[in-house]
């Protein structure tokens, strides 16, 4: 390793780092600049006169969302790294490739993907990403899948869990998704507006048991190794191309976690829409959910290392559990996004105060309604009839 303490890096110490690394000749002119729009981490694009360009990405101690109060390990950046580095085995061409890691600094150097953009952002300006549901849907039935007790030895399998317990960053799961929107926490945040709506979700006693089973099934069912954050702001994406970042909060749990925050997520943004637009977002759900299980059925068939996968109905019965945790999650999802501590900006960023406030409620009745009735959606079809009778 390069330190043995850490320290965050500056524009300046990142390009002597780069160096250092030799990922520019000394004599080059490098550019550097800090781009991280998320809340955790320090995200520095280098490029040379050339342009080529590298990123480094680097964990701070603490949430940047909230300040140096909010202390946060880490080791969430070697979680990312290999998480980066385990997809890579199973769909290269659809993540960043890691050139470098060094845990004491808690940095990633990685594949510069500025050519793309962020897919929240470009569905945001009416992009469709002809090919993001092909692309996720085979990003989740391969790394799933072959971190899944179907497809991987079954030692192994607990041997790279524990390479993956992520305490703290499920945490931050844990409480703001779970449980902080279900009651009056400190940390949710939504127009005042929107407390009567909320109020219902506070007081509904049914809600709060369901979301309560949701909970406990994210903290205790193993399944598969997860990216643990797929919303559409952890993807970019262009017309032909598709690389899922930012998996710093990959651990064991439940499959239908990423698929459905990666739902929900396209939800937000056809609520963000005017209604001719909003087919497409409803169509990549469609092809997301039929790639998935078309390839995770061809692996069941090719690559299954478990004998009862030849029992029949086993599988559709697998697809019926993993579809309802979907549904259930999306709803957390969209509960979560619109009135706790992280929101989205296509909500947000709806300028009229009245289409956004409409928009909101919608997500969080359809959130209400996915948590309320997932054991009674049985196809993705009648998922998306439901999803279009609310938006
Ligand atoms: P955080 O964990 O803080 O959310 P992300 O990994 O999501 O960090 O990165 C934050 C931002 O940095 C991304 O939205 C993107 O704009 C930029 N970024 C991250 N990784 C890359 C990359 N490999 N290439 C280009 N830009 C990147
Ligand atoms: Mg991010
Ligand atoms: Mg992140
Ligand atoms: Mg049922």
Redesign the pocket.
Known sequence: TLTKTYEPLTETTAIELAIKLHFFENSTSINCKE???????L?F?LTDENNKGV?I?QALPYA?VVGESWPLTLKRAQIESNSLKEAAKHVPSLV?TVYYTDEHLAITV?????H?T?SRKGLMNGEDYPLLSEHIGQFLAKTLFYTSDFGLNQQKKKLLQQQFANPELCKITEDLVFTDPFYDSETNNFERELLPVVSEIWNDSSLKLEVAKLKYSFLTNGEALLHGDLHT??I?ASNNET?V??P?FAFFGPIGFDVGQFFANLIVNALSREPQKQGVLFDHINKTWDVFTTEFTKQWTLDSVEYFTKTEGYLSYVFQSILEDTIGYAGCELIRRTIGLAHVADLDNIPSIETRLKAKTKALQLGKYFILNRANIHSVEDFIQVSLQHV
């Open positions: 781009i991280g729009d998320g809340n955790l981490n995200v694009h990123i990405k940047k960043p990685m594949e510069d993907l500025s793309l962020i702001g952890s970019f690389k970042i930012d710093e």
